[in-house]
């Protein structure tokens, strides 16, 4: 966050002279929410790779138009090949991800079951 925001998360649990925090939980969360596709965390959440920008997914719309011009009606329409690779890509990492989320909390309610008996 440093190098987008200039913010030192250290600031999390350091106060000002009034004592209010100088850093709240919900403007990290937005600082990470926001931070741009060269980012460490965005890159690493895209799969290793930086996500694509606005241009690039309108170029890709651009040439799934230009190759289903002129196409018979009821023909299945040419999807663009690299825009499919990522998409099948993302949607098994979220699968993961939630996959393994469940698990965690299957877990903990497993722990807080045999806590209470």
Known sequence: MRRFYDVDLRD????DEEGFPLL???????????????????IDDNGGLMPWSMVEHLL???????ANRGKK????????PRRLELQSKQMAQR?????????????????????KS
């Open 73 to 80: 009606k009821g023909a299945p329409p040419v999807r663009n």
């Open 60 to 66: 890709a719309d651009r040439w799934e138009q230009e």
């Open 12 to 15: 999390l649990w350091r106060r």
């Open 95 to 115: 699968g993961s991800r939630k996959r393994a989320a469940f698990e965690r909390a299957k877990a903990r309610r497993e722990k807080a079951l045999r806590t």
């Open 24 to 42: 709240t939980h919900r403007q990290v969360w937005v600082y990470v929410r926001h931070l741009p596709r060269d980012s460490a965390l965005a």
